[in-house]
């Protein structure tokens, strides 16, 4: 006992950032009369104000970046922050039509093999260079480095050529027509080369220091506390309104509602409970918080370790797929926030097969086909046995509340059906590392991710399993490769539509995972940040946040609670 | 004597509490079948976050479960825990400290060595480290806080036989020609079981607490099962609004090690020669 309190006293001295949260908590608490004050302001925040440059908007992230340059980083918080400093070729706008955003505009050739990139003329970095194709080409170059080991290598590795025949043209040249070409440009960050050239994007003091084009320039980077962005005065796009980003680094989902009930941070992202039980519920927090939900292009499900018996066999992987009811998952650990799928991509685009149903709950024809496949109970205790053993396997999946309900849940329906699941959640970072990359698993509950074009090449291709790429599942169907190759060198919209609604029909039918739901994205945003599109565009709330403001009477006083808590 | 001892230490209000409140807790844990008015492990997703009421004493929890019936069974799984590993724990520090303390020279020296060596490294830290290498079960967590928390008893143990070695009735029994584990098991031992039940009493409130620990952190009971622990794990991120997931399992665990440590102290002031209640 007196073990723990020495560890949480440590643990206080040493990360000031909780010290933050306590005395927020303090300052919160005793903020009765700051309440009475807010009423005013809690009426001006419903009307309506003339767009208007200035503020800061706080934000907050779980976890903190490991560096800046997302061609190296590759995760969601590095992503977060780096697009508001560094620009791509391409953007997706509002609608997911593509259009420039370094670029004047690009020409495809006839053959669809070369791709010519015009850029806008005077683009400058934030120290004052100037931005040119050489960039771009010195981009592209770092990106396909083997040295760079890049997550995202293999949507530029098929590019044949690379020329830059002056400062503003870039063309790139294909093997062979390449469908998901545009979208990767759109994905791509383009990197200062006279600041980089030379080193190694792993190691370079320019991941914490960046210098970009974008909105905003980084500022300040306090470890463990906080990330500033102010605005950059050489913004090739333009001026955006509010001046300052910060983004607080709170490892904690329940440390950071803390602090968006105390009005210390302006956003976050929200789990179902919070989204449709507690903000609902709370009149002082509905009144000063606008939601927002847009479905996300990202799906849930449990993977099989194809590798191992008895998942190799697709009667067993449909008789778990009958046995597990996803609308029970959809209606309680989601609260109704989630779609059940057919198809790997978002529900009601185009890329999703219409005509696919889910696997129904239907565990008397889960029970026919274990049969089928061998399993019986022999000793009569309940669990299926084959070959004297029993089918018992550990669900792995990260420490993520609504993963971890599901899991519950699903272990529940498939002890009905005889099968012994164990649950198992583990911190990120190491399940990853231990168990993902390394396939020492049977079963996971994971998600998807997904970009705009339909390829899903690295997730399902038969060549994509070495460790740390993203077949880590072991699925190998020459059917469905040869739909993928196919998929990424079809043009045509219309045809390539036909070969990704079969490509999800085959893997419905092999069901080498189950899809579990596709679910919503849920934030909260303090009603003083205007300018944001609700309903959500199908961009989603976060694609205009340049043009997003803070009126001046909404703003946080400069010195008061924010300063407190921001040291 | 031991029985003395109890009532002794009894006399003491406090530690009577204590013995009540440890007394209580197991009826209820041991009951748990009998009393708790769901399955711990039922699942309702139509029933999520209610707050108490008269179907449901504590409220429930993220999946509709019943918190009161989660407490019950959750409550033997923490009383095992801390029985069991209090039990390796002892029986560790039972061995090495009668070797230590009854051949001494080398092997003392060793055994002591390593003793410091064990308490230099903060334990929950140490726990934490081992536990991340196994898979996280009751059994797992059981075993590595026995196997980490020894080094008390140890020291208890062969001060005890350090002293005792000298005294006249061992000296006696050691010329009339008793072996080794004759002195050790009929005459040393015996004498020093009392400071050992001490320790261990109060060693269980630490393990009840590590366990807890352990839980919350997800290293520990894995789910379905309840545990104090992850229960009040799955209440951290509602505290402000269910506050029946945070509170009770809190409580639970305030009181139950309270009651550990209030008999454990007890039993201590009991054993002091200088206690007021003892003259």
Same mark, same amino acid.
């Given at each position: ?6 560890l949480i006293?440590?643990f206080?001295?040493?990360?000031a ?13 005793c903020?009765d009369?700051?309440?009475e004050?807010?009423?005013q302001a809690l009426s001006?925040?419903n009307k309506?104000?003339?767009?208007q ?10 976890g ?12 969601s918080a590095?992503?977060a922050?780096?697009s508001n400093i560094?620009?791509?070729?391409l953007k997706?706008?509002k609608?997911?039509?593509?259009e420039g955003e ?12 070369t791709?010519t990139?015009?850029l806008?003329p005077?683009l400058k ?17 770092a990106?396909?480095d083997?040295k ?8 530029f ?7 830059t025949?002056?400062?503003?043209t ?5 093997d062979?027509a390449y469908?998901?070409a ?7 960050q383009i990197?200062p080369?006279?600041l980089l050239q030379?080193q ?11 210098v970009?084009s ?10 463990g ?7 950059n005065?050489?913004?090739?796009l ?9 983004t607080r680094?709170?490892p904690?989902s ?6 968006l009930?105390?009005?210390?941070i302006d956003?976050m992202?929200?789990d179902p409970?919070?989204?449709?039980r ?10 000063k918080l ?10 849930t499900y449990m993977g ?5 018996k008895p998942?190799d ?15 029970e ?10 779609i059940d799928?057919?198809s ?7 890329w ?5 149903k889910?696997?129904p ?8 086909l274990?049969k ?9 205790d ?15 999946t990260?420490q ?5 309900k ?7 329906r498939?002890k ?5 699941a ?5 911190e990120w970072?190491s399940?990853?590392s231990r168990?993902?990359k390394t396939?020492d698993?049977?079963v996971?509950i994971?998600?998807?991710g997904?970009?705009?074009?339909p390829?899903q ?15 880590f599942?072991?699925y190998?169907?020459?059917?469905i ?5 196919q ?5 045509n ?7 990704y ?10 069901s080498?995972i189950?899809?579990l739901?596709a679910g919503?994205g ?19 709330v976060?694609?205009?946040?340049y043009?997003?403001y803070i009126?001046?009477p ?14 | 004597m031991? $029985? ?8 003491n209000p406090?530690? $009577? ?9 197991f ?10 008015p ?8 139509k029933a ?10 504590m409220?429930?929890?993220g999946l509709?479960?019943?918190v009161?019936s ?6 033997r799984?923490s ?13 560790i520090g039972?061995?090495?400290?009668a070797?230590?303390?009854y ?12 003793v410091?060596?064990m ?9 934490l480290a081992?536990?991340?290498?196994l898979?996280?079960s009751?059994?797992n ?11 008390g008893?140890t ?15 061992v ?7 008793? $072996? ?5 098991f009929t005459h040393?031992?015996?004498n ?6 001490v ?5 269980v ?7 807890s620990g352990l ?6 009971v ?7 622990g992850?229960?009040?794990?799955d209440g951290?991120?509602y ?8 509170l ?9 090690v309270?009651?550990?440590n ?13 206690s007021?209640?003892n003259?």
């Open positions: 006992m007196k073990n723990l309190a020495f006293n440590q206080l001295k040493r990360n950032k909780y010290r933050v949260i306590a005395t927020c908590l303090v300052l919160s608490a903020g009369s700051s309440q004050l807010s009423a001006n925040l309506s104000y003339p767009s440059s200035g503020g800061t908007l706080l934000d907050a992230t779980i903190e970046p490991s560096g800046l340059i997302y061609m190296v980083a590759g995760e590095a992503g922050i780096s560094f620009n791509k070729l997706y706008d609608n997911l039509d593509l370094l670029v004047e505009g690009w020409q495809v050739s006839s053959d669809q093999k791709i990139f015009k806008k005077n970095w934030s120290d004052g260079k100037p931005l040119t194709s050489a960039d771009v080409l010195w981009t592209w170059q990106v396909t083997e760079t080991r890049s997550p995202y290598a293999s949507d590795q098929l590019v044949k050529k690379a020329e025949p002056d400062a503003l870039f063309s790139v040249t294909y062979q469908a998901p545009l979208d990767s440009w759109a994905g791509l990197l080369k006279h030379g190694d994007l792993h190691t370079t003091a320019f991941a914490r220091k960046p970009g974008n909105y905003y320039k980084l500022d300040s980077w306090a470890n506390e906080n990330i500033k962005l102010s605005r005065p050489s913004s090739v333009g001026q955006a309104k509010i001046d300052n980003l910060v680094i709170i904690d329940s440390a950071q509602f803390l602090e009930m105390a009005d210390n956003s992202g929200l409970i919070k989204y449709v507690i903000i609902p519920a709370r009149p002082e927090l509905k009144q606008a939601l927002y939900k847009e479905l996300g292009n990202s799906y099989f370790n194809l590798k191992r998942y066999d697709v009667r067993v992987r449909k008789a778990i797929n009958y046995a597990i009811d996803k609308q998952i959809i209606d309680g650990v989601y609260l109704g926030l989630g799928i057919a790997p991509y978002k529900p009601g685009t185009r999703s097969n219409p005509d696919l889910p696997y709950y239907d565990p008397k024809k889960a029970k026919v274990l089928e496949a061998g399993f019986t109970d022999i000793d009569g309940g669990v299926l046995e084959r070959d004297g053993k029993p089918f018992s396997f550990e669900i792995l990260n993520n509340k609504e993963r971890e599901s899991a519950v849940l699903i272990q529940r498939l009905n059906v005889g099968i012994q164990n649950v198992r959640a583990i970072a399940f990853i168990f993902i396939g698993f049977d996971v994971l998600g998807w997904l970009g705009l074009d390829d090449f690295n997730i399902w291709h038969s060549s994509q399993q070495a460790p740390g790429q993203f077949n599942i072991g190998n169907n020459p059917s490769d040869k739909l993928l190759e998929g990424r060198t079809e043009l919209p219309d045809k390539r539509q036909k070969i609604h079969e490509f999800a029909r085959v893997l419905l039918e092999d080498p189950v899809y739901s919503y849920l934030s909260a945003i303090h009603k003083r940040v205007k300018g944001i599109e609700n309903p959500a565009p199908p961009a989603g976060g694609w205009n946040t043009d997003w009126p001046e909404l703003r946080r006083p400069v010195s008061g609670r924010t300063e407190i808590s921001a040291n | 031991n $029985k003395s001892l109890l009532q002794r230490a009894l006399q406090l530690s $009577k509490a204590g013995f009540v409140i440890i007394v209580l807790v009826l209820l844990a041991m009951l748990a079948p009998v009393i708790a769901y399955d711990p492990n039922d699942i309702n997703v999520i976050l209610l707050s108490p009421s008269w179907q449901h004493w409220g429930t929890d509709g479960r019943d009161l989660r407490m019950l069974y959750g409550g799984i009383l095992l825990v801390g029985l069991v590993a209090v039990g390796i724990s002892t029986a039972i061995l090495l400290g070797i230590a303390g051949y001494r020279g080398w092997v003392d020296t060793l055994i002591m060595r390593l410091d060596v308490l230099s490294i903060p334990s929950f830290f140490l726990i081992v536990i991340a290498f898979t996280p009751i059994i967590v059981m075993i590595v806080i026995g196997l980490t928390s020894w080094m008893v020291r208890l143990v062969r001060a005890e036989f350090l002293s005792l070695s000298g005294r006249e009735f000296l006696a029994s050691r010329t009339l020609g008793a $072996k080794d584990a004759r002195l050790i040393l031992l015996p020093s079981l009392t400071p050992i039940i320790s261990s009493v109060l060693g409130a630490g393990a009840v607490l590590m366990e839980s919350f952190l997800g290293l520990g894995q789910a379905p099962q309840a545990s104090w992850n229960i009040l794990t951290k991120d505290i402000q609004f269910a506050w029946w997931l945070s009770f399992p809190g409580l639970a665990i305030l009181i139950t309270l009651g550990y209030l008999l454990g102290e007890g039993l201590r002031d009991a054993l002091d020669p200088r007021e209640n003259r």
